[in-house]
């Protein structure tokens, strides 16, 4: 699976969108954008996922870009809950590689401000 | 529905004690694994299993022991714990291609 860079802290005012950006250069045709985040040491929390489209759920967007090289979480107007870390991670969706297994980083620290 | 439940939720250790954590998951999933989180730190695969009776190593496995008898639990057991073992403990499950699920945490002290 390949490995993802993200910058280790942002700050986001509450009621602002919240982007945070994460480069994963090395990513093959066959794998796919995940984005987790943790809360105060809580089990990883499922955000969202795509592979080369723009995706959006009940609780952010993810814009790929067309290279497939990085992608941005959005977070369209943060609140205070959203502080957290949150990982980006790539892995394969299909095939004999996909055996559950996830390479977390070290993630982004989102502080969310009043 | 409970999805992924962890037990113990906390346990102190003596060195050279073992014990198990429990996970069990009700969402029939296939693949379930066990990863370890340190301070400041991303989580690590441990052990994981793609079904019953199938398991496989991690990043990190030494000092942990698996096995998958069941669909629905994936027990770790730590043979003889040692301070370096001191952790949070994540347990996951999925279905192929879905959505990785994950426990709320077992926290771990071993003095």
């Known amino acids: 699976d390949a490995k993802t860079t993200q910058p280790p802290s942002m700050d986001c005012a509450e009621g602002r969108a919240a982007n945070l950006p994460c480069n994963h250069s090395t990513i093959s045709g066959n794998e796919y954008v995940y984005w987790y985040r943790q809360i105060h040491s809580q089990g990883p929390q499922y955000i969202i996922h795509g592979l080369k489209n723009n995706e959006t759920n009940e609780m952010a967007s993810l814009i790929i870009t067309e290279d497939r090289k990085s992608s941005t979480l959005i977070l369209p107007h943060a609140t205070l809950r959203d502080t957290a870390v949150y990982y980006c991670?790539?892995?394969?969706?299909?095939?004999?590689?996909?055996?559950?297994?996830?390479?977390f980083g070290q993630g982004t620290t989102l502080q969310v401000k009043p | 529905n409970a999805g992924v439940t962890q037990t113990p939720k906390f346990q102190v250790l003596k060195t050279g004690q073992s014990m198990t954590l429990q996970c069990a998951q009700d969402?029939?999933?296939?693949?379930m694994s066990w990863y370890r989180q340190d301070p400041g730190m991303g989580l690590r695969l441990i052990h994981y299993?793609?079904?019953?009776?199938?398991?496989d190593q991690g990043e990190v496995p030494n000092g942990y022991n698996v096995s998958r008898s069941t669909t629905e639990d994936f027990p770790l057991r730590l043979l003889s714990a040692a301070p370096s073992q001191t952790s949070v403990y994540f347990c996951?499950?999925?279905?192929?291609?879905?959505?990785?699920?994950f426990g709320e945490g077992s926290w771990l002290t071993v003095v």
């Open positions: 299993s793609v079904g019953a009776g199938i398991t």
């Open positions: 991670i790539v892995r394969s969706a299909h095939g004999s590689s996909n055996t559950g297994k996830l390479i």
């Open positions: 996951a499950s999925n279905s192929p291609g879905n959505t990785i699920y």
């Open positions: 969402m029939n999933h296939e693949y």
